[in-house]
């Protein structure tokens, strides 16, 4: 495939520490009848600081590197999502999308100078070293993170698979920073995994949408009825701690419980920004009642399922607000094997909400049971917590905040309470039907 042809629609929010994922998209033409003149003033300024640079920098640096970094702060001085992905970060953006890749199985983006974790990726070894959301990442090994580009940063917590990396990690609630080491290894995504909960009631959780994702949620639900001897009266849908995906993958896992209308719908400046997502007939579980758990780790793709479930009736979001990450970023092939990624456009939900820095907010907020009995908050990070953001074009906001939350219905109080809510639905069905 010739990259240096097409561009690829990315709906996965910071960077993976070893991958992103992506949709390949049609070529993008060329467009000059909109741009306005060359700032030729700014221009005669730009060159006369690099030829500065050149002369009077106390050590002699690179051409391509000034051109590089001018790139870098360019487009960082637009929004969180927009950078410039060299040819090794392009290579592993391309080879995320198959599930596999090298690190430490966590999502990160860049706020105030640090890198912040957004969602610790479930069976890797981030998550077994017991990184959070919202921990700051302050020094890698014996590095400080100030300083540092995202990609900079990324790069350090690369490394062969086996061997072991540092993080000194600020979290709130902690007096002071502590050490994390942890062991890198390949990272295989499972990205469905699904069990029954009880006779009739089934569970999904969706940990990242990737481009198998909606054939791997129909295996798993065709599973479930058969282990059930019988069809499912009810299905909790887990994206807690989900921070997207691939736009496809998103939209096939609606359309799995949906049967017509708008799943999602894109706008931006130009014409091959605006897209429309339509259902097809087909409902897997003919009906029966869903509950969809999401919480501050819940982002982007995973927003796109929640929003169009929710404004289609078709499900009750339950759980805490999402993270807020409705912006379509657009990854451009350069010519000398590099990428621009870069925001094109704002996602809505059928009934026309845009979500960027607003995010999801359920129908029924249920917070984490740790938070119920007052044993601490953990600190979430949002869309509208990084600097740059895109503002919302929505006339106003509202909803909760999102706590962390497990995945056993022992020990999990918003799956249980999940599960409650299903039986009640049914309840209310059977006397109806009565």
């Known amino acids: 495939m010739k990259y240096g042809i097409r561009y690829f629609l990315i709906l996965a929010l910071g960077l993976f520490i070893g991958a992103g994922v992506s949709l390949q998209y049609p070529a993008l033409a060329e467009r000059n009848e909109n741009l306005k003149p060359l700032p030729l003033q700014e221009l005669r300024s730009f060159t006369e600081i690099f030829g500065k640079i050149k002369t009077d920098y106390v ?59 957004v969602a610790p990726i479930d069976d890797t070894p981030a998550a077994a070293a017991g990184l959070r959301t919202g921990d700051v990442i302050i020094r890698i090994d014996e590095t400080p993170v100030k300083g540092l580009s995202l990609n900079d940063a990324v790069k350090k917590m690369r490394g062969e698979p086996g061997t072991d990396v540092k993080l000194s990690i600020v979290r709130e609630g902690e007096s002071a920073p502590f050490g994390v080491s942890i062991t890198r290894a390949i990272i295989k995504i499972t990205s469905v995994k699904s069990r029954l909960l009880e006779n009739n009631y089934g569970y999904v959780r969706i940990t990242q949408f990737q481009a198998n994702s909606a054939d791997a949620l129909r295996k798993s639900l065709r599973g479930l009825n058969e282990e059930n001897k019988g069809p499912l009266k009810g299905l909790v849908l887990d994206l807690r701690n989900n921070p997207g995906g691939v736009l496809n993958a998103a939209v096939g896992v609606s359309d799995v419980f949906l049967t017509d209308g708008k799943i999602v719908y894109t706008k931006g400046r130009v014409e091959d920004s605006e897209l429309n997502f339509s259902a097809t007939p087909a409902d897997l579980l003919e009906g029966a009642p869903i509950v969809v758990l999401v919480n501050g780790g819940s982002a982007s793709a995973s927003e796109i399922v929640a929003g169009a479930l929710q404004d289609q009736k078709r499900a009750i979001i339950m759980g805490t607000k999402t993270f807020g990450k409705g912006s379509v970023q657009t990854i451009l092939p350069m010519n000398n094997g590099a990428a621009l990624k870069i925001t094109t456009a704002r996602y809505y939900t059928p009934g026309g909400r ?57 020990v999990d109080y918003q799956l249980q309470e999940a599960l409650n809510l299903l039986k009640g639905v049914n309840i209310v069905r059977d006397r109806e039907a009565a």
């Not at 360019?74 to 927009?82: A, F, I, R, V």
């Not at 845009?354 to 953990?378: C, M, N, Y």
């Not at 600190?379 to 509202?398: K, V």
């Open 59 to 117: 050590e002699d640096v690179a051409d391509d590197k000034l051109i590089e970094d001018a790139i870098h702060g360019m487009l960082g001085g637009l929004d969180p999502h927009s950078a410039y992905l060299d040819p090794e970060s392009f290579r592993e953006i391309r080879i995320g999308t198959e599930g596999k890749f090298g690190g430490l199985g966590i999502e990160v983006t860049m706020e105030n100078g640090f890198v912040k974790v």
């Open 354 to 410: 845009s979500i960027q820095a607003t995010g999801i907010v359920p129908d029924v907020i249920v917070e984490d049971l740790q938070v119920a009995k007052g044993a601490g908050k953990a600190q979430r990070i949002r869309e509208a917590d990084l600097a740059g953001h895109l503002d919302s074009d929505n006339d106003n906001d509202n909803g909760e905040t999102a706590e962390k939350a497990t995945t056993s219905a022992a």
